[in-house]
C-alpha cells in the first residue's frame, strides 16, 4: 500500500511540474489565478504535516530512551549489541556529514534550478542564515529553560536534550509510575502517528499542488535538483554500506571466526529481498535464516542480536538524513557553523533511536524536520523531496540489513562466551 502511495506521490511530483511549466507559458491570469490557489492547497497540507513534528519526535524519542536502556538491562550480549551498534552510528553519521559536504562542494546546486525549486516550496533562509552564536551561547542554549518555549520556537535541539533527559529519567521510576508515563507518550505518538496517515493519503494531491507552484514559477528548472538530490543521498547512503563490511574484516584480524567473503555471500541474497520490500522487518526472517546456516551462528545469538537490530537500529537512518538536511541547507544558501553541525550530528543519532520502525513517509517528515532546523534550514522543500525519496530509501534498506548481519557475525562469538548470561 505505501510503494503505490509512493508511485502515486511521484505522479504528481511530475504531473504538477508539467501542469505548472504549462500555466506559466501560455496561460492566462485566469489560468495563474487557479494554479495559485491548487498551491494554497498543498501550503495547508504542508503545515497539517509539521503540525505534528514537534509531539511525534518528542514522544518517540521518550520511548526509544526507555526502550533501548531496558533492552540493555536484559543482559551482556544485548549491552555489548549495543555499543556496536552506537559505534557504528557514530561513525556512520560523521561519515555522512563529511560525505555529503564533499560531494556539495564538488558538485554545488545550480543557482537559477535551487531558486526554481525555493520559489514553489517557499520558506526563508535569511532569518536562519544571519547571526549564528557564539559557542557560549549554544552551549547555553542546549537546556532550554522552557521546553514549551522551545517546541513553540522550533528549537528542536534543546527538545532533543529535554527529551533524552525525561526518557532517561522515566527508566528510574517505580515500575508502575514508569510504566504510566511511557504510555502516555506512546498514545500520543501513536495519535501523531494516525493523523499523519491521514495527511499522507492526501499526499499526491499535496505535492501536486506544492509542485505546480514550482513549475509555474519556474517551469522545469527545478528537475535538475531533484535528480541531483537523489544522486548525492543515493550515493552517500550507498557508500556508508561499506562500514558493515569493514567491521567484519577488523573481526576477523583480530581472531573472529567469520571471513569478510563468508560474510558477503551470506548478505547477498538478503540484500536482493532488502532491494525488492524496502523492509528491514520484512527481511528479518532472511537474516536469521542466512545468518545460521551460513555463518554458523547459534540460535540463541541471531534469536536476540537481530530482532534487537531491526527493533532499535537503523545505520543508513543519520546517514541518509544528515545528507538530506545538508542538501537543503545548501538549496536555501544556508552555511552552517561548526555547533550546528554538531547539533545536526546530535539530533540525528537521537533521532533515530525513536524513529525505527515507522513506515518511509512518516518518518521521512519526522527525521528530516529536527534536522533540518537544528542546521537552521527551512522545511518548506521537504514535501518535494519526499516523491523522490523512493530511490534512495532502496540503499537505506539494504545498508541497513547489511549492518544488522554483520553485527550479528562480529557477536557470534561474544554470543558464545556469554551463553547463560541474562
Known amino acids: 500500500m505505501l510503494r ?10 511530475v504531473a504538477g ?13 485566469s489560468a495563474r489565478g487557479i494554479a495559485e490557489g491548487v498551491e494554497a492547497v498543498g501550503g495547508l497540507w504542508l503545515n497539517l504535516l509539521r503540525m505534528t513534528i514537534v509531539p511525534l519526535v518528542f514522544a518517540l524519542l521518550v520511548n526509544g530512551v526507555a526502550s533501548v536502556t531496558d533492552a540493555a538491562s536484559t543482559g551482556r550480549l544485548a549491552a555489548r549489541a549495543l555499543a556496536l551498534f ?36 517557499g520558506g526563508d533562509a535569511a532569518a ?38 525525561l526518557g532517561f529519567a522515566a527508566t528510574r521510576l517505580p515500575e508502575a509510575q514508569r510504566t504510566t508515563l511511557t504510555q502516555l507518550f506512546q498514545a500520543v505518538a501513536e495519535a501523531m502517528i494516525v493523523i499523519v496517515r491521514w495527511v499522507l493519503w492526501a499526499a499526491p494531491v499535496g505535492v501536486f499542488a506544492l509542485s505546480l507552484g514550482v513549475g509555474l514559477r519556474a517551469g522545469l528548472g527545478a528537475a535538475g535538483v531533484l535528480l541531483q538530490y537523489v544522486v548525492i543521498v543515493s550515493g552517500v547512503t550507498l557508500g556508508v554500506a561499506l562500514l558493515p563490511y569493514i567491521v567484519v574484516a577488523i573481526r576477523r584480524a583480530t581472531g573472529g571466526p567469520i571471513s569478510l567473503a563468508a560474510f558477503a555471500r551470506a548478505a547477498a541474497p538478503v540484500q536482493a529481498l532488502a532491494v525488492s520490500t524496502q523492509s528491514s522487518l520484512a527481511s528479518l526472517p532472511a537474516m536469521i535464516e542466512r545468518s545460521r546456516d551460513d555463518l554458523g551462528v547459534s540460535s540463541r545469538v541471531t534469536g536476540l542480536v537481530l530482532p534487537l537490530a531491526v527493533a532499535v537500529f537503523r545505520m543508513t537512518s543519520p546517514v541518509a538524513n544528515l545528507a538530506v538536511a ?78 544488522d548481519m554483520a553485527v550479528t557475525a562480529v557477536l557470534r562469538r561474544d554470543g558464545e562466551d556469554a551463553e547463560g548470561e541474562t
Not at 503505490?4 to 511530483?13: D, E, F, M, Q
Not at 511540474?17 to 491570469?29: F, I, P, Q, S
Not at 525513536?354 to 518511509?360: A, C, I, K, R
Open 326 to 403: 545538508y542538501f537543503v541547507a545548501h538549496l536555501y544558501g544556508v552555511e552552517p557553523t561548526v555547533p550546528h553541525m554538531v547539533g545536526a550530528l546530535f539530533v540525528a543519532l537521537a533521532i533515530s533511536i525513536g524513529t525505527v520502525g515507522l513506515p518511509g513517509q512518516i518518518s521521512f517528515f519526522a527525521s528530516m524536520a529536527p534536522i533540518c532546523l537544528a542546521l537552521g534550514a527551512p522545511i518548506e522543500a521537504l514535501p518535494i523531496l519526499l516523491a523522490v525519496e523512493v530511490i534512495p530509501d532502496i540503499f537505506r534498506t539494504v545498508g541497513n540489513v547489511t549492518a
Open 86 to 121: 552506537a559505534v557504528m552510528l557514530v561513525i556512520a553519521a560523521t561519515y555522512s556529514t563529511l560525505a555529503t559536504q564533499g560531494l556539495l562542494a564538488l558538485w554545488p546546486i545550480d543557482p537559477q534550478g535551487a531558486a526554481a525549486l525555493r520559489a514553489g516550496a
Open 128 to 165: 536562519v542564515a544571519s547571526a549564528p552564536p557564539a559557542f557560549a551561547d549554544w552551549l547555553r542554549s542546549l537546556a532550554p529553560t522552557n521546553p514549551i518555549k522551545a517546541a513553540a520556537e522550533d528549537a528542536i535541539l534543546p527538545l532533543v536534550v529535554f527529551g533524552l533527559f
Open 17 to 29: 511540474l508539467l501542469a505548472g511549466a504549462a500555466v506559466g507559458a501560455w496561460g492566462d491570469a
Open 4 to 13: 503505490s502511495l509512493s508511485v502515486l506521490v511521484l505522479i504528481g511530483l
